[in-house]
């Protein structure tokens, strides 16, 4: 069965802390991703990796890094939290060859 | 800009009737085409997935595809209260081997 996890369903953080989002999957994808998802605003693509130590930017990459240093984990790094960066952020991955994308179950992050 | 369209509803459809979601493309050259649902502070799963136009039907839920006219709709038959939720449509960009465009989403009511 197809799973991907995240390390938190809920994170509270200050401003100007940094802060880590992980993601790990067991279905062996190459490729991950990292969505933001606001109101009214639908998913927003923000980094995703084809492969490990491979990233590219998507739609939203300010203020916002990634890491992948093995196939399985993939992370979102906020340099320093801001407050317009309250958000769910939602994991997903799939296999080469095949668009399907499988997501984890959410972290919803919020910065006072 | 490569443009995925629904309309934000809310749709309330009574129990037992034909649930009827819409979604048009913008990119002439996309060919595989999702919905996904999603229920309220839960992430997206993946319903239903097609290629090809016409109909494809998996239970209760049909996909129909018109390439020609950039449409793709996902009816649910005998709807029930536990199909209310958020159904998101997803595209693949016809130029990108990565990414799939989101819709922002149809939230579904559906009245006992």
């Not at chain 1, 995240?6 to 190459?30: I, N, W």
């Not at chain 1, 991703?33 to 998913?43: A, I, M, N, S």
């Amino acid at each position: 069965d197809v799973k991907v996890t995240q390390s938190s369903r809920y994170l509270v953080k200050r401003t100007g802390e940094k802060v880590f989002l992980e993601c790990v999957q067991d279905m062996d994808h190459e490729n991950m991703f990292w969505y933001r998802q606001d109101p009214g605003l639908g998913l927003r693509l923000i980094y995703f990796s084809y492969d490990v130590k491979m990233k590219e930017k998507g739609d939203i990459p300010e203020g916002y890094s990634v890491s992948r240093e093995k196939k399985e984990r993939f992370s979102l790094i906020l340099e320093s939290a801001s407050t317009n960066q309250t958000s769910m952020y939602l994991c997903a991955s799939r296999s080469t060859g095949t668009y399907e994308q499988y997501f984890g179950p959410g972290t919803r992050l919020t910065v006072t | 800009q490569k443009e995925v369209e629904q309309n934000s509803g809310p749709l309330s459809v009574p129990e037992g009737a034909i649930a009827s979601l819409n979604c048009t493309y913008s990119d002439r050259g996309s060919q595989s085409f999702f919905w996904y649902r999603q229920y309220s502070g839960k992430s997206p799963e993946l319903i239903m997935s097609i290629y090809s136009n016409g109909d494809k039907e998996d239970g209760r839920f049909t996909a129909q595809l018109n390439k020609a006219s950039q449409y793709v709709s996902l009816l649910i038959r005998d709807s029930q209260p536990s199909d209310s939720a958020t159904y998101l449509c997803a595209v693949n960009g016809g130029d990108s081997n990565y990414q799939l465009i989101w819709g922002a989403g149809t939230k579904l009511i559906i009245k006992p």
